[in-house]
RNA sequence: UGGGGUAUAGCCAAGUGGUAAGGCAGCGGGUUUUGAUCCCGCCAUUCGUUGGUUCGAGUCCAGCUACCCCAGCCA
């Protein structure tokens, strides 16, 4: 019984096991089908999550096919970013890397099957006139002069497509289906288009290329694709999918089934406006971590078992919907809760000078580097008679709820001792600037003995051996829910990133690139790669839950 | 009266004629040397809406409404 309440179930899992039980399929092929034009975003990770996971949970197989059949858009740099992304997110694909254009000659040979069934010719109306004939959404279309050509002729213009002896623009190859459809893409679709362009993968070999709807529906059925998921924007597209497929002597049969694509709240995911964000340098690069792609999120430090585990929480359907950004919050906080060692930062430095420990006197104290994890053993921190604590961690005046650090009262320092406030010395506008402290040296690892309560506790680092980092605060890239109809300028949040100099504990100079690390009472962090030596640079991945910041 | 889709809580999402799972968020309380974690409890008399069928409807039927997608030689 509790084994199958975890076990996500979907519309797509239920077709999946009735084609098993009634003998359509004895097997589950699936594949991930991403068009090498952009870097991959968490939009993909939902549909590389559902087809490689379905792929492992029903013992079948995933192939990974890049749809390169637009060569001017796309390059060879793509491949191999989305290749990085497939592996880094946990996943393998089915045998070598499949591209469509391995499929360029079969392709050739099933267009000239249709044209010898009568059912494609090659048209040399212009575009202009072709979008004036394809009638409107309410209109039916008007059939081209050129669609009763005969089946030899075509044969023949179509090799001369091939051949190069058309100029691009001048025809293509159209399917021969209704004019009439309600469904736009069944108004005689354009298959083959001539584009004298370099091909990343078949170089100069071609100067016509197949469409997306004529080229998808083939590659499925050569890899045997038994369940080729896509999402709802495709649901027309469905008509044309099975109707080439039904047309050709296609060597299997495979299915579309369309599901939601992710939305999140906060976030664009539009291939246009992501690069418009990289282009108008609203952000450093594809891979800054406020970018939703795979790349920002690896750099941001979120681990690929936090997006696995948040694909499965928001589930497949074929509703709209609008995730929100806890959600994904949510996912790397319980990874990392269990898996990140922890360690001290103060953030915004105030120092405290505790006035009766000794000058001069470093002691290291032993931290445990997770609390309800023994086996990630301890570190020693240098504690001394200068420390740093957070600014906003000291009052001069506070009421009892404020467990923290007040002029005249105790707090405890995390894994040090019990300090006491003094006074203060403050600056010409009246703030704060060095707290004066005494220190209760019976303390340390035990409450005072007196049976006095100290309710709060706080973290702090050396003054001395503590070092010096930049750390970089990151918010939501955008001010508004939806910032999808709205202009970039507009929508764009101008405090999505905050730079702070920080005193981290000396530990954290061995630190690895990418690996996260909790700073107590702050967030997860992890080192960014653009650290340099001694100069260190962290990004905070996400904060830690804040009850009490949201209560005020 | 173009067609294709979708409506269950603030956000996701189960539910497949037998009396509304779960997660996120939120709200109480307990534990705590992280205001974290953890633990307990609360959070839809009702499923877009109006009718109908039925002993019984979120599930079946009919009408209505709202929202999304389609008129690239993009995918």
């Not at 995933?62 to 749809?67: A, I, K, S, V």
């Not at 038994?226 to 080439?244: G, I, K, M």
């Not at 939501?476 to 405090?495: C, H, M, T, W, Y």
Request: net charge negative; aromatic share 10%.
């Amino acid at each position: 019984m509790a084994e199958t309440e975890n076990r996500p179930t979907n519309f797509v899992r239920q077709i999946i096991d009735k084609d098993l039980q009634d003998g359509t399929h004895d097997h589950v092929q699936t594949r991930f089908p991403p068009e090498p034009n952009g870097y991959l975003h968490i939009g993909h990770a939902k549909s590389i999550c559902l087809n490689f996971g379905l792929a492992e949970d029903y013992q079948g197989a995933c192939n990974l096919r890049f749809d390169d059949t637009n060569p001017e858009k796309e390059d060879i740099d793509y491949v191999n970013s989305i290749k990085e992304d497939v592996n880094w997110l946990g996943f393998t694909w089915h045998e070598d890397v499949r591209y469509s254009s391995n499929y360029f000659p079969k392709l050739y040979e099933f267009a000239h099957e249709l044209i010898t069934k009568g059912l494609a010719y090659v048209d040399f109306s212009s575009q202009e006139e072709m979008r004036e004939m394809r009638g409107t959404l309410t209109q039916p279309g008007k059939n081209s002069p050129y669609r009763d050509t005969t089946p030899e002729e075509n044969t023949t213009l179509f090799e001369k497509m091939k051949a190069g002896e058309f100029k691009e623009g001048e025809c293509c190859l159209r399917a021969k289906i209704d004019m009439s459809s309600s469904f736009m893409c069944m108004r005689d679709p354009v298959i083959y288009r001539i584009k004298f362009a370099h091909h990343h993968q078949t170089g100069d070999e071609w100067c016509i290329y197949p469409m997306y709807d004529f080229t998808h529906c083939i590659s499925d059925a050569i890899e045997g694709i038994t369940h080729s998921l896509c999402t709802l924007e495709f649901q027309d597209n469905r008509r044309l999918y099975d109707w080439v497929i039904e047309n050709i002597s296609a060597p299997a049969v495979p299915r579309q089934y369309e599901f939601s694509r992710l939305n999140l709240a906060y976030t664009v995911l539009s291939k246009r406006k992501l690069i418009q964000l990289v282009e108008e340098n609203y952000v450093a690069g594809w891979d800054d971590p406020r970018m939703p792609t795979v790349a920002g999120l690896r750099r941001r430090g979120y681990t690929p078992a936090s997006i696995r585990e948040f694909c499965q929480r928001i589930g497949v359907t074929k509703m709209d919907n609008v995730i929100e950004v806890s959600n994904l919050e949510g996912c790397i906080r319980d990874d990392l809760n269990v898996n990140a060692n922890r360690a001290m930062a103060v953030l915004n430095p105030i120092k405290v000078i505790i006035e009766n420990y000794p000058e001069g006197q470093v002691e290291q104290l032993s931290a445990a580097n997770h609390p309800n994890d023994e086996s990630k053993g301890t570190r020693n921190i240098p504690f001394s008679r200068e420390v740093y604590i957070e600014k906003e961690d000291f009052r001069v005046e506070a009421n009892k709820k404020f467990k923290r650090l007040v002029l005249g009262k105790e707090v405890r320092l995390r894994n040090a001792y019990v300090i006491k406030a003094e006074r203060v010395d403050t600056d010409e506008q009246g703030e704060v600037t060095t707290i004066y402290c005494t220190y209760d040296s019976e303390t340390l690892g035990c409450d005072p003995a007196d049976g006095r309560k100290v309710k709060g506790v706080i973290h702090w680092v050396s003054a001395a051996e503590g070092i010096e980092a930049e750390v970089r605060l990151y918010d939501r890239l955008f001010k508004v829910e939806n910032p999808n109809g709205v202009e970039l300028s507009e929508a764009i949040n101008p405090d999505s990133l905050e730079v702070v100099n920080a005193i981290v504990e000396p530990n954290l100079a061995n630190a690895e690139v990418g690996v996260a690390v909790q700073f107590e009472r702050t967030g997860y962090f992890c080192k960014d790669p653009d650290s340099e030596g001694d100069n260190l640079v962290f990004n905070r991945t996400v904060g830690l839950r804040d009850t009490w910041a949201n209560a005020n």
